[in-house]
Every structure is written in structure tokens, then in C-alpha cells.
């Protein structure tokens, strides 16, 4: 009874093929959300506040949504971004995604806490196949450079310091479902309390004195970029820039940490205008994540600035539910969503994408 994969026609409908597929732990631990769930369920309705202003009469017969992201010319403006725990849905884990990945040829970022070693994961890309690497910063700084380093001379693109998360967030879902998988062979070690659920077990070595201060020691042990994830406020994009960071990811981590929090976009948003009031809307690269689920809200966040969008909870569905035939098409699915809608706004590249072509008068800023 199981729908056959070419009945699933948007990103929506493998969560709900997952729903009713997946072990009940591994759903609650990637379904859940903060407290209430109201970020995580905003994170997609805000794009909904938003509406297009397309334009007529242009020549779209060719559409090329090719992009860069920190350098790596990628096939779509989306990225996979860093989820921890792939093997609670997939026994194979976040291999699966990294095939996915290089057959579609976008970027898929490394979490610190991935089921499958990092060694795994790399070996697992093919050729000059491009991959970023989520970091979770350890208390014993030593452990962390050991991370960095060795990320670094396997040649991982970029480094994203996740910053939103000094103490994981209490999703209760996950809680009341107890964490008794051992779907991971993470870093964290033998001293992990399971009744708080997935997330906290796995989570206790974060180090929730990281503070701006330790920027200037990540410059000096790597080359790799940087790119602080979870940003939620134009102050601290701004500060960041003068930290010298090559970017940041605005997100508040899929709503699983600090319930209402703002959406990604709805920052967005706020943090464009003024970066181009001072003239810094290209002296950093800016990410969006939370709520990606068309193609639509990717143009949405490239018209008012992003340079791309990462994508967690569909593919994690895609690939519980169908393995890696699961997340080759939901990609699939959202290239030609792309084309098609690229087209009728009326724009044949990725460079035309602007503010005009969006209406934000829907969004609270205003
Ligand atoms: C995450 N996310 C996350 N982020 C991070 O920096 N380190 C991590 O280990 C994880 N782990 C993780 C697990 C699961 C199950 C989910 C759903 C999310 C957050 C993730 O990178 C991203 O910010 C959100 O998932 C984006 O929202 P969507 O696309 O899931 O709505």
C-alpha cells in the first residue's frame, strides 16, 4: 500500500510517505521540532508571505539555474544541508545522500554527528565531487582541531560552525520516544543520557562557551572558508563580516532549537537592505535554510539575496522511505520545478533574480 515512488510529485508528499514508514523513534527524532513547533511550522508558511512580480516578454526558451556557491559551481541553487543521525532512517546512512548528491551535482555538508564516519562519507564522493563540513565545537578545543584538519586535508570546501546551538533544544517528540538505536558512532562517547531523547544524548560535548572570541583561532588553524550556521539577527551578520567570515547560514536549525525564532527568509529579508546600504551585500556570502520545500522558495530567497539554499528534512524523508531512488527524485523534482518556474517569472538566469521580482509587503518587517 505503499505509494510507488513516481506518485510522490513534490517534496511534501515523501514526509508523508515516511511518516508511515519510518521506526517511530527515527521519525520523532527528525520530525520534531522546539517546544511548540511554531518556528519549525513557520519556517514554511513564511515563504507563503511572500508573492512574485514576474515579469512578461522575455525570452526564456533557454533557462540556466547553474550557480556558485563559495566557489563550487553547483547544478541548482540548494544545498543538502548537515543532518546528524542518517542511519536511523536509511541503514546505509548519509551515503546515500552524498551519491544523491554527486548525481545531481550539488554540494552536500558533512555533520559532526553523522551515523557514518567522516572518512566514509568522503570516500563515498567520486571524483572532484564537492563537500562542506558542519562542525558542532567541542569543550576540548584539541578534539576540534583534529576534526578541522582532517577535514581540511580531505579537502572539504567549506567550514560551517553551527552557532545556534549552545544547548540542543527540548524537542519533546523525541523525548517521549526513548533513543534507543545505535545509529551512530559519533564523537561523543559512552556518557550519553538516552531518556532526553536523540538529540540531547549525542549532544553533550558542545561547547556553550563558544563566543565570537574563538573566530579569530578557527582563521588560524584552517584555510578551509568559514561560515557561521544559525545566524538570526542583521547585528550579528554584520559583526560577522567584520570578523571576517566568508559567510553565513541565516537559520534557526530547522526550528529544533529556540522556539520562535524567525524564519530564515523573514531575516533575510531584514539583513539585505542593509548590507546594500553600506555597500557589503557582496563582502559575504548569505545562506538560507528552514522550510525549503519548492522550487519556488528557492527563487524566492535568491530574488532577495541568498546565493543558495540548504535543504534538510526532504531528502532525510526521501531517503527513509525510498533510499537513494527517494532523494534522486526529489531533486529531480525540484530542477524541473526550477525550470518551470524560473521561466514564468520571466527570468532565464540566476543573475536576473532580484528584489523586484518578489512582493515582501506580506512579511512583519513591514
Ligand atoms: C538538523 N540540523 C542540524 N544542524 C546542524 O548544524 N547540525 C546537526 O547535527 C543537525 N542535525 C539535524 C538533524 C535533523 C534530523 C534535522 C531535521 C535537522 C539542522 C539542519 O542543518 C537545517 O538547519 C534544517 O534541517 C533546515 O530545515 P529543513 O530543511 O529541515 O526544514
Same mark, same amino acid.
Given at each position: ?164 546551538? !549552545?544547548? +540542543?533544544?527540548? *524537542?519533546?517528540?523525541?523525548? &517521549? ?5 545505535? @545509529?551512530?558512532?559519533?564523537? =561523543? ?83 539585505? !537592505?542593509? +548590507?546594500?546600504? *553600506?555597500?557589503?551585500?557582496? &563582502? ?5 535554510? @528552514?522550510?525549503?520545500?519548492? =522550487? ?71
Amino acid at each position: 500500500r505503499m505509494p510507488i515512488l513516481e506518485q510522490c510529485y513534490n517534496l511534501m508528499d515523501f514526509e508523508a510517505v515516511a511518516r508511515n514508514v519510518m521506526k517511530k523513534t527515527a521519525w520523532a527524532y527528525y520530525s520534531s521540532g522546539a517546544d511548540d513547533e511554531i518556528t519549525m511550522r513557520e519556517n514554511h508558511s513564511a515563504f507563503h508571505k511572500i508573492w512574485f512580480r514576474p515579469r512578461v516578454l522575455v525570452d526564456v526558451e533557454k533557462i540556466d539555474f547553474t550557480t556558485t556557491m563559495l566557489g563550487t559551481k553547483v547544478d541548482i541553487p540548494f544545498y543538502v544541508t548537515a543532518t546528524a543521525l542518517g542511519k536511523l532512517g536509511n541503514p546505509e546512512g548519509e551515503v546515500v545522500l552524498t551519491r544523491a548528491a554527486k548525481k545531481h551535482n550539488v554540494i552536500q555538508m558533512i555533520p559532526t554527528l553523522a551515523s557514518c564516519s567522516f572518512d566514509e562519507i568522503m570516500d563515498a564522493a567520486e571524483g572532484d565531487q564537492v563537500q562542506w563540513m558542519q562542525l558542532y565545537v567541542n569543550k576540548d578545543r584539541e578534539i576540534t582541531k583534529k576534526i578541522v584538519q582532517h577535514a581540511e586535508k580531505r579537502c572539504c570546501k567549506g567550514l560551517f560552525i553551527t552557532v545556534d546551538a !549552545p544547548q +540542543l533544544g527540548r *524537542r519533546e517528540k523525541d523525548m &517521549r520516544s526513548k533513543f534507543t538505536d545505535t @545509529g551512530s558512532n559519533v564523537q =561523543a562517547g559512552s556518557s550519553t543520557d538516552n531518556s532526553q531523547g536523540a538529540a540531547r544524548a549525542i549532544s553533550s560535548f558542545i561547547d556553550p562557551g563558544l563566543s565570537w572570541k574563538d573566530i579569530p583561532w578557527f582563521q588560524s588553524i584552517t584555510k578551509m572558508p568559514i561560515i557561521l550556521k544559525g545566524v538570526q539577527r542583521v547585528e550579528d551578520v554584520i559583526r560577522a563580516i567584520e570578523s571576517g567570515v566568508q559567510g553565513v547560514v541565516l537559520s534557526n536549525h530547522g526550528g529544533r532549537q529556540l522556539d520562535f525564532a524567525r524564519s530564515g527568509i523573514e531575516v533575510l529579508a531584514e539583513v539585505m !537592505p542593509v +548590507l546594500r546600504e *553600506r555597500g557589503w551585500e557582496n &563582502r559575504i556570502e548569505i545562506f538560507v535554510d @528552514g522550510g525549503v520545500r519548492r =522550487a519556488t522558495d528557492i527563487i524566492k530567497a535568491l530574488c532577495l539575496g541568498a546565493k543558495g539554499v540548504g535543504i534538510g528534512r526532504p531528502f532525510l524523508y526521501a531517503m527513509s522511505a525510498y533510499g537513494q531512488p527517494g532523494v534522486d527524485r526529489a531533486m529531480q523534482l525540484l530542477k524541473d520545478e526550477m525550470e518551470m518556474n524560473m521561466r514564468l517569472i520571466g527570468c532565464s538566469s540566476v543573475e536576473q533574480l532580484n528584489p523586484t521580482l518578489v512582493d515582501t509587503r506580506g512579511l512583519s518587517m513591514h
